[in-house]
């Protein structure tokens, strides 16, 4: 079973709807990110939690929202969907291994679609 | 703040050559990480290799190897032998270390798309 896994795989939705896109793993991390890839302009940061009660913004946070409702799951809200936030989206976690290295390991995306 | 160059938009290879990808970042800090991921069309994110800054040997993994050169801010990726499975698009990638708020966040490049030919 893969570590990091994303649901819905793929989502066709409407302008104004509230979407929410899934996030859970199984590695045991405490830090998880959602990240939004568009065409040209490779990924970026959403959001970020590094534990349970840590939650914050990213570069790109306006019209989305996320909850941390355990170390393993971390959910992301699109409240009034629009259609420039069609995109592929990326969760991702990750924690300090014994170098100190803090190395991010991602799901398998989520296209989003809004029309 | 943190910023990764990536100038190739496209590369190709024949199959069992060697390719060079590019990467620039910049950064004020002194210690740091850098990354190589690999996204296929399957559009997974694959780690390929990652630098720690304050280690001055290059890091191999396979047949992926870097070319990190810290005073010059650059992190190039070398693919020996390219294999067709090889093909995807590359994102140099970069993150502080634990301590500063930018912790933990990677920085991506725009990617390089390489095809390796047969």
């Known amino acids: 079973d893969a570590d990091v896994t994303q649901t819905p795989r793929n989502r066709i939705t409407k302008t104004g709807k509230r979407i929410m896109l899934e996030c859970s793993q199984t590695k045991g991390h405490d830090r998880m990110y959602w990240y939004r890839q568009d065409p040209g302009l490779g990924l970026r940061l959403i959001y970020y939690s590094f534990d349970v009660k840590d939650i914050n913004k990213g570069e790109i946070s306006d019209g989305y929202s996320v909850s941390r409702q355990a170390q393993a799951k971390f959910s992301l809200s699109l409240e009034s969907a629009i259609p420039n936030q069609t995109a592929l989206y990326f969760c991702a976690t990750s924690d300090l291994d014994r170098e100190g290295t803090d190395t991010q390991y991602f799901g398998p995306g989520t296209r989003l679609t809004v029309l | 703040a943190q910023t990764v160059t990536q100038s190739q938009p496209e590369m190709s290879v024949q199959e069992a050559e060697t390719v060079t990808l590019s990467c620039t970042y910049d950064t004020s800090e002194n210690n740091y990480y850098l990354f190589w991921y690999k996204q296929p069309p399957s559009r997974q994110m694959i780690l390929v290799i990652r630098?720690?800054?304050?280690?001055?040997q290059n890091a191999t993994e396979n047949r992926f190897s870097v070319n990190f050169q810290k005073a010059a801010k650059s992190f190039s990726l070398k693919i020996s032998d390219s294999q067709l499975g090889d093909t995807a698009m590359y994102f140099c990638?970069?993150?502080?270390?634990?301590?500063?708020?930018?912790?933990?966040?990677?920085?991506f490049g725009q990617g390089t798309i390489l095809t390796v030919h047969p």
């Open positions: 990638a970069s993150s502080l270390p634990a301590g500063g708020t930018s912790y933990g966040k990677l920085t």
């Open positions: 630098q720690e800054a304050y280690k001055q």
